[in-house]
Structures are given as C-alpha cells and as structure tokens.
C-alpha cells in the first residue's frame, strides 16, 4: 500500500506539475519576464506568510489530528489564519509600497485555509482526496484565468490574481465537503491543551519552513533590488523549472510523513525512511537528465526570448535541487518525530549562506550568481541534515 501511495501520488503531482508548467507558459507569454516578476514577488510574499499561518494551520494540523481530533483543533487555526493573513497583508503592503493589500490578504487567507483542509487529508492518510484537490486548483486556476482575460477581457496581469481568488474558492468548498466529516460538533472549542500542541510543535517546524523557504526565495529579493523585475522573471522561471523535478521527493515525503505521524516503531521509521530516500535520488537524477537534454532553443520558443538564458540556470541550479531531493526524505523523519532543531539547523546554515553569497555573487554576476548562491547552500544544508540522520542511524 506504501509503494502503491507513492506511485500514484507521482502520478497525480506529475499532473500537477504539468498544468504548474502550463501557468508559468500562459504568464511569461501574456504578460513578458516583468509580469511574470510580479507574480513571482506576489507568490513569495503569500508562501511567506503561510509559513506563520501553518503554526497553527498546517504541519500542527496533519501531526495533531490523528492524535487528538480535527474537532479540538478547527477553531483556533482558522481564527489564527485569518488574524495572521491580516497582519501579514498590511506590513507587505506597507513594507513593498504597492496598493494589492486586498489581493494579498484574500489570496494568503484562502490558500492557508486550502492548506489546512489538506493538511486534515494528510493527517488522516486519505491520501485520494488530497491529491484530487491538488489537481483541481491549477485546473481551476488555468480556467479562470483565460476566462478572465479572452473573455472578460481584463489583459493585465491582475486577470492571473482574480482567477486565483476564483479558483481557491472553488477547491475550498469543494474541500469543505469532506473535511466537515471529520467532525463532531459537540467537540469544536477553543480547547488550551491543542492550542498548546499546535504552537509548540507548529512553531519549530514552521520556523524550519520558514528558513527554508528563504533558502529558496530569499534570491528573489536580492535579484530584485540589484537587476529589477525582469530579471526576477528570468530567474523564476529557471527555479520553477528545476524545481520541477521535486514532484517525486514531494510526492514521496508526503505519503512517508503521513505513514510515520502515525507509527510509533523508530527502527521502521529509520528504514522507511532510507528505502524512501533511495527512491527519490534515483528518480530525480533522471527527471534532472531529462531536463538538462532539452535544447536551450526549445525554452527560448516556450517562454519567449526574454528566457533565453533558462538552460544556463538549469545547469547551475540542477545539483542543489538533487540534493535537497535526497536530503527532504530524512528531513520530513525528523519532522514526524519532532525532532524539528535538526531541520532549523539545517535551515540556518542554507539561510546564513545565502545571505553571504547574494551579497557578492548577484552584484558582480546577476542571475546566474543567484543560481549558484541556490545551489550552494542547498548542499551544505543538505549535507548536514543527511549526516545527522545517518548517525542517528549507527546508534
């Protein structure tokens, strides 16, 4: 049942993956590198976000609810979602100077409310409906999006943001549909014991995500104040690209984290785990062969020329993207037995190297300095948290 989870969870995120692609052809060719900049620094700002709203909303929710119940947790995550998108949406606005507040906060609080529902699947190990609403988002959002533009006629690029309010929307309710069974009305209160769990098990491992995420993203703020919002573009397009191949470690680190939330056996956790780490390196360095095949004219005719530069990136970015591959199995071991200080650590060391190399690679060699300074810090991060596991292992 594992291996059979894992294959089809492959299989539904190669979908997802694939109308992913499709959105970032259909933005860089309405909108050019400067719209799909705009996108890129918007998307940022709500995945960071996110990052606090999932303290109480999102890993808490999926650990938490096999253990003590949806019921006892519903409250206080969505009060805590909404209060947090608010927050967030105003201090972005302000600190960015733009006037989408209403944007970013609708679009923040209805992902981190998706979010949660799919957390509840993943807790649950209904595996099925998380991946059937996974997919069901970017078709929403696709749809909405030409809608909007082809039919409505709105041709800028608030046309992608507007369909992205529709489309969330259409997954929530759907996604309510299933969730609301889950629970027993009796139950729901602002209970202090699962407010206490949550925070003390949301906030380590959403401050290890939030590290991370700045270990991925952070670039995107150095390449913006150096080189501008096209280069931004350029430069998303190339992760979003590579990071293409993480459709195999996510699937799989998925179905192994709902597996070991709910197994208390560490030896099989251990083993799991390596079997689970083994498969993913060996399936991405083969989707990363794939990608490196393509020729660079091919994603010039795809993007447009502005993209000219994407196969260069790949080839710079592909060995940190292998190797978070390998390392995000052993990462989520720690994160189902709460062992997050290993996974902070790990982030901390990416996040300092980041810092360091932005400030003297991206000046002097613009976006394909960003890439390297990606690539960098994903090894070392991952060559740590690689070595714990492994002597955690010997023991």
């Known amino acids: 049942m594992y291996l059979q989870n894992i ?10 993956l694939l109308l992913n692609f499709l959105i970032v052809v259909l933005t860089t060719n309405l909108w050019g590198a400067e ?71 609708g679009l923040t609080l209805l992902n981190s409310l998706l979010s949660l529902n799919l957390s509840v699947f993943i807790g649950k190990e ?26 409505v006629g709105l041709r800028s690029v608030n046309s992608y943001f507007y369909g992205y309010f529709l489309a969330l929307i259409f997954a929530l309710l759907i996604s ?34 939030f590290l991370q995420f700045l270990n991925y993203r952070l670039s995107y703020y150095f390449v913006l104040y150096y080189l501008g919002l096209k280069s931004v573009g350029v ?29 208390e056996d560490e030896k099989l956790s251990l083993e799991i785990t390596k079997k689970s780490a083994r498969i993913s390196l060996f399936a991405s360095f083969i989707a990363a062969c794939i990608l490196l095949f393509v020729p660079a004219e091919l994603y010039k005719m795809v993007f447009g020329v502005e993209f000219k530069m994407v196969k260069q990136l790949l080839l710079v970015l592909i060995p940190g993207i292998l190797s978070l591959s390998f390392s995000n199995i052993h990462g989520h071991f ?57 002597l955690k292992l010997k023991k």
């Open 176 to 209: 309510w549909t299933k969730v609301r069974t889950y629970l027993t009305v009796r139950e729901i209160t602002f209970s202090k014991e699962a407010i206490y769990r949550s925070f003390a098990y949301g906030w380590k491992n959403e401050m290890s995500n």
């Open 7 to 16: 294959i089809k969870t492959v299989l539904s995120k190669t979908v997802i």
């Open 35 to 105: 719209g799909r900049g705009i996108i890129s620094i918007m998307l940022a700002n709500m995945a960071i976000i996110t990052v606090f709203n999932n303290v109480l909303g999102g890993s808490s929710i999926a650990y938490l609810t096999p253990k003590i119940g949806f019921s006892k947790l519903v409250l206080p995550a969505y009060a805590w979602v909404f209060i947090v998108s608010l927050i967030g949406g105003l201090l972005f606005t302000a600190s960015l100077n733009h006037n989408r507040i209403i944007v970013l906060f």
């Open 235 to 263: 430069f998303s397009v190339g992760i979003a690209i590579s990071e293409s191949i993480w459709v195999i470690c996510r699937s799989i680190s998925m179905i192994q984290y709902s597996k070991l939330i709910n197994i």
């Open 126 to 151: 209904n595996i099925r409906s998380h991946n059937i609403l996974s997919i069901l988002l970017p078709v929403f959002l696709i749809s909405c999006t030409l809608f909007l533009n082809y039919i």
């Open 334 to 390: 720690f994160a189902a037995r709460n062992e997050q200080n290993v996974l902070i650590i790990k982030s901390l060391i990416g996040l300092l190297l980041t810092v360091l190399f932005s400030l003297i690679l991206i000046p002097h060699w613009g976006i394909i300095g960003a890439s390297i300074v990606t690539s960098i810090a994903s090894l070392a991060s991952s060559a740590y948290v690689v070595s714990v596991f492994y």
